[in-house]
Nanobody
Framework: QVQLIESGGGLVQAGGSLRLSCAAS????????MGWFRQAPGKEREFVAA????????YYGDSVKGRFTISRDNVKNTVYLQMNSLKPEDTAVYYC?????????????????WGQGTQVTVSS
């Protein structure tokens, strides 16, 4: 069992940056592949980024490629999402997710554990 707590959301102007954090409980964080997803009002959940348990591999959704960076610190049991050049269409609730595995995973159904989400609002 792992618990995930996101933080770092907020209100930012278009073109600005935010860094989201997701802190995980437990002693086996390095066994988990991690992902970030987002959901805007009235829209389906969207894959944002994923990272393998060793941080050796990452993968990004097309809409954030080149602007967002996922990383992790297996000592601090935390995964990060650095978001640069934010756009109003990035406005959503952002969720981190975890599952045991060696690779990265891009489908929500692949994940077993989810955080409660953090709101990101980008004003134009």
């Amino acid at each position: 069992q792992v618990q995930l707590i996101e933080s770092g959301g907020g209100l930012v102007q278009a073109g600005g940056s935010l860094r989201l954090s997701c802190a995980a409980s437990g002693r086996t964080f390095s066994s988990y592949a991690m992902g970030w997803f987002r959901q805007a009002p009235g829209k389906e959940r969207e894959f944002v980024a994923a990272i393998s348990r060793s941080a050796g591999s990452t993968y990004y959704g097309d809409s954030v490629k080149g602007r967002f960076t996922i990383s992790r610190d297996n000592v601090k049991n935390t995964v990060y999402l650095q978001m640069n050049s934010l756009k109003p269409e990035d406005t959503a609730v952002y969720y981190c997710a975890a599952r045991r595995g060696d690779y990265y995973y891009i489908k929500g159904r692949d994940y077993d554990y989810w955080g409660q989400g953090t709101q990101v609002t980008v004003s134009s």
